[in-house]
């Protein structure tokens, strides 16, 4: 059969609420035009985040009522980490309640004032947590990542050249840590190749400088990498991610992405010394190291959705139904980062609205137009998320103003997607009359999440 299906029923349903465009008018309006201070309920399709966002499976439903909740030892933690550790292959597993934990303990322990933390493109979060403990954050994204049309298939990988420069230039004692994000979320959802994760342990190697894997959507990278990566057409998805860590000697993972919880995450690495001091702090701020954070039905639930999501038949549904909106969409002209990534469509709003300028925010323009129009929840990737260096005050375009559409996994079916796309077609056809938008209050720190926007 040449037609891809959805590989699942569905047994339980949770209602959508339909609203006028005058409703909504009001609403984001009400919402100082920043669609996170929006009511969920008041979403048609949310497509603000994957994150915790997806269905879980009656296997995982079904182990969260085995969760043992005792404080420590609890047979919970000893199925989580023992399905982390037969996946990632770390020595040492520290659960967090979330991936920006992991992050948050994993810099505080390594990061010093004078840092420089290279990663193909850091998310928010990380980019955040380096910023906070006066690290500087800094971004290598391959060339190919520039042409947001071409198909090339590895738009993800970092920059082998940049990041030599840079070890070269201020070595081990600057650069406590190389990272490398799979896939590439701010970078439009590309993968990594193989051959770019064993280059950039070469170079981390033969510096000496730890090299950890941000590994929220490895399996999807691992989907990608059996597809477009030579060699590797024959291997299970299971193969290939353990591979990928292989090469590392850490990772910090969110739960809430590959392996379908709707919270969670946890932080590796094959250093005991370090895992000591980071179940130190793990104590004081997440809890005791065999929950840290976690209940004993997520610790469940998440070592269940970790085996889903490596499935090969849940991966093709997942890779096929992004290119499905991807591709309607380039076949109308609308700009969008092609090749399709995993999680995500990235609508180029730059070019999508080429007259209103990056510091008047295209992206978050878009956004509210998509919402006004159908309802439709999305985050704007660019100026309002990257603009501001936070140790200046100073703002600045970012490299692209995108508009992620991100999908929830197991969630939306494919007339929810061909209604995403009728409305994306109804904003283009009036893209002439949108009008930039101005911010009126937003904090220093991930300022997109509660910043006010009005109009120019
Ligand atoms: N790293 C990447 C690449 C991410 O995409 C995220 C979260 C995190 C780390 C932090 O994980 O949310 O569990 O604390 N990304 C979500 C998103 C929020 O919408 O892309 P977390």
Same mark, same amino acid.
């Given at each position: 059969?040449?037609?891809?299906?959805?590989?699942?029923?569905?047994?339980?349903?949770?209602?959508?609420?339909?609203?006028?465009?005058?409703?909504?008018?009001?609403?984001?309006?009400? !919402?100082?035009?920043? *669609?996170? +201070?929006?009511?969920?309920?008041? %979403?048609? #399709?949310?497509?603000?985040?994957?994150? /915790?966002?997806?269905?879980?499976?009656?296997?995982?439903?079904?182990?969260?009522?085995?969760?043992?909740?005792?404080?420590?030892?609890?047979?919970?933690?000893?199925?989580?980490?023992?399905?982390?550790?037969?996946?990632?292959?770390?020595?040492?597993?520290?659960?967090?309640?979330?991936?920006?934990?992991?992050?948050?303990?994993?810099?505080?322990?390594?990061?010093?004032?004078?840092?420089?933390?290279?990663?193909?493109?850091?998310?928010?979060?990380?980019?955040?947590?380096?910023?906070?403990?006066?690290?500087?954050?800094?971004?290598?994204?391959?060339?190919?990542?520039?042409?947001?049309?071409?198909?090339?298939?590895?738009?993800?990988?970092?920059?082998?050249?940049?990041?030599?420069?840079?070890? !070269?230039?201020?070595? *081990?004692? +600057?650069?406590?840590?190389?990272? %490398?994000? #799979?896939?590439?979320?701010?970078?439009? /959802?590309?993968?990594?190749?193989?051959?770019?994760?064993?280059?950039?342990?070469?170079?981390?190697?033969?510096?000496?400088?730890?090299?950890?894997?941000?590994?929220?959507?490895?399996?999807?990278?691992?989907?990608?990498?059996?597809?477009?990566?030579?060699?590797?057409?024959?291997?299970?998805?299971?193969?290939?991610?353990?591979?990928?860590?292989?090469?590392?000697?850490?990772?910090?993972?969110?739960?809430?992405?590959?392996?379908?919880?709707?919270?969670?995450?946890?932080?590796?690495?094959?250093?005991?010394?370090?895992?000591?001091?980071?179940?130190?702090?793990?104590?004081?701020?997440?809890?005791?190291?065999?929950?840290?954070?976690?209940?004993?039905?997520?610790?469940?639930?998440?070592?269940?959705?970790?085996?889903?999501?490596?499935?090969?038949?849940?991966?093709?549904?997942?890779?096929?139904?992004?290119?499905?909106?991807?591709?309607?969409?380039?076949?109308?002209?609308?700009?969008?980062?092609?090749?399709?990534?995993?999680?995500?469509?990235?609508?180029?709003?730059?070019?999508?609205?080429?007259?209103?300028?990056?510091?008047?925010?295209?992206?978050?323009?878009?956004?509210?137009?998509?919402?006004?129009?159908?309802?439709?929840?999305?985050?704007?990737?660019?100026?309002?998320?990257?603009?501001?260096?936070?140790?200046?005050?100073?703002?600045?375009?970012?490299?692209?103003?995108?508009?992620?559409?991100?999908?929830?996994?197991?969630?939306?079916?494919?007339?929810?997607?061909?209604?995403?796309?009728?409305?994306?077609?109804?904003?283009?056809?009036?893209?002439?009359?949108?009008?930039?938008?101005?911010?009126?209050?937003?904090?220093?720190?991930?300022?997109?999440?509660?910043?006010?926007?009005?109009?120019?």
């Amino acid at each position: 059969m040449k037609t891809i299906i959805e590989p699942f029923r569905i047994k339980m349903i949770e209602p959508i609420k339909l609203t006028t465009r005058e409703q909504r008018e009001q609403m984001i309006r009400a !919402a100082h035009y920043n *669609p996170f +201070r929006l009511r969920a309920e008041d %979403v048609v #399709i949310d497509l603000l985040t994957d994150s /915790g966002t997806s269905a879980m499976s009656s296997e995982a439903w079904g182990a969260m009522m085995r969760g043992d909740e005792s404080y420590a030892g609890a047979r919970s933690w000893y199925r989580f980490r023992d399905t982390v550790k037969d996946i990632f292959g770390f020595k040492q597993v520290i659960p967090t309640h979330q991936g920006r934990a992991a992050e948050h303990i994993l810099f505080g322990v390594m990061v010093k004032p004078d840092s420089i933390v290279p990663n193909n493109t850091h998310f928010d979060t990380t980019r955040g947590n380096i910023e906070f403990v006066g690290g500087t954050p800094v971004d290598l994204p391959c060339v190919e990542a520039d042409d947001l049309d071409s198909d090339a298939p590895f738009k993800g990988n970092m920059n082998i050249e940049a990041l030599e420069k840079l070890v !070269a230039e201020h070595g *081990p004692q +600057r650069i406590p840590v190389i990272m %490398v994000t #799979i896939t590439n979320n701010s970078g439009g /959802g590309q993968p990594v190749s193989m051959a770019n994760i064993r280059e950039i342990s070469r170079v981390a190697r033969s510096a000496g400088i730890p090299f950890y894997i941000d590994a929220c959507r490895f399996a999807e990278n691992a989907h990608f990498i059996k597809h477009r990566e030579k060699g590797f057409a024959d291997s299970a998805p299971i193969d290939i991610a353990r591979e990928m860590f292989s090469y590392a000697d850490g990772c910090t993972m969110s739960a809430k992405k590959d392996s379908f919880g709707n919270i969670g995450g946890f932080l590796c690495t094959n250093d005991a010394e370090l895992a000591h001091k980071e179940r130190n702090i793990l104590i004081m701020t997440e809890g005791f190291p065999t929950y840290g954070g976690l209940a004993g039905r997520d610790l469940e639930a998440i070592a269940v959705g970790l085996r889903e999501t490596l499935d090969e038949h849940y991966l093709d549904y997942r890779l096929l139904s992004t290119r499905y909106v991807v591709e309607r969409l380039r076949e109308s002209g609308i700009p969008v980062m092609a090749p399709a990534g995993g999680h995500a469509v990235y609508l180029d709003a730059r070019r999508f609205l080429p007259q209103i300028e990056p510091l008047q925010y295209p992206g978050q323009s878009l956004s509210v137009e998509l919402y006004i129009e159908a309802g439709i929840r999305a985050v704007e990737i660019g100026t309002v998320m990257f603009g501001l260096d936070a140790h200046t005050g100073e703002e600045s375009p970012a490299r692209h103003d995108l508009l992620r559409l991100a999908i929830p996994r197991r969630v939306y079916t494919q007339s929810h997607m061909d209604y995403v796309l009728e409305a994306i077609n109804l904003v283009w056809g009036r893209r002439e009359q949108i009008r930039g938008m101005k911010i009126v209050k937003a904090p220093r720190f991930l300022r997109h999440f509660t910043a006010h926007f009005d109009y120019v």
